[in-house]
């Protein structure tokens, strides 16, 4: 598995995000899964910390629901959030990567409820709203979230550099299917065979301009954490 103090890096991000989310007064409760789609899409790295917390019973249980369940046309991301940095940087085009809702609702939600929620990745836990979805159709996010969610999705993927990222069912049948014990296990051919693209690290940070005061609290508890962030050389 991934080495563990990588593993308690990520739930410590967890937590500097939840009390990012405090001051805001959000609709997210119990049983409001209008958000919770199978286009859902997370590291390896956060991937291994689910299956390496969840009870064998529940492994088998959550894993027989995401092959059963999972829609064929669910997201599968082309570009990672720290190659979409890279290609700003350099000016260069983002190719457009629609993401459809109506392709399914998440393969664990069961009467409205999460059945991993202690575990559910970053890419579930920034999904939050102002308003009920159910409502509008769609979650309603204040814009400094959104820089928010953009800086930690980066700083994830910058801890997990040398593994993968891709749509929550295929990154847990990967690992789960493909037997991987630890993350050298996980080949560049077993990767595309399941749709993963290969994560980088943090090129640029992009926090827009604007925000950068609001987020320097944040940043500077990401950075004690990690003592300190900085990209790889």
Do not use: W
């Not at 000016?91 to 998440?106: F, H, L, M, N, V």
């Not at 939600?109 to 939050?128: A, T």
């Not at 991987?180 to 992009?206: E, F, G, K």
């Amino acid at each position: 598995m991934y080495p563990k103090n990588l593993m308690a890096q990520i739930e410590g991000l967890y937590g500097v995000y939840e009390g990012f989310l405090k001051p805001f007064q959000l609709a997210c409760k119990p049983k409001c899964a209008g958000c919770c789609t199978c286009n859902v899409s997370l590291t390896t790295l956060e991937g291994f910390l689910i299956l390496e917390n969840l009870a064998p019973e529940d492994e088998q249980r959550a894993l027989g629901q995401i092959q059963d369940r999972s829609s064929r046309g669910r997201y599968r991301p082309q570009l990672t959030t720290n190659e979409i940095a890279a290609r700003c940087a350099r000016g260069q085009d983002i190719p457009d990567e629609p993401i459809d809702s109506a392709r399914g609702t998440c393969p664990l939600i069961c009467d409205g409820l999460c059945q991993i929620y202690s575990l559910r990745p970053f890419g579930c836990r920034c999904m939050v709203s102002h308003s009920r979805c159910s409502a509008g159709g769609q979650a309603e996010m204040n814009a400094v979230i959104l820089s928010a969610n953009t800086l930690m999705l980066q700083i994830i993927e910058h801890i997990d550099a040398g593994g993968y990222s891709g749509n929550f069912a295929d990154v847990l049948l990967c690992i789960y299917n493909g037997n991987i014990r630890q993350a050298s296990d996980l080949t560049p051919a077993i990767a595309s065979a399941y749709h993963l693209v290969a994560n980088r690290p943090i090129p640029v940070l992009m926090i827009p301009p604007e925000h950068r005061t609001r987020l320097q609290p944040l940043l500077q508890q990401v950075q004690k954490l990690l003592h300190p962030l900085a990209p790889h050389k």
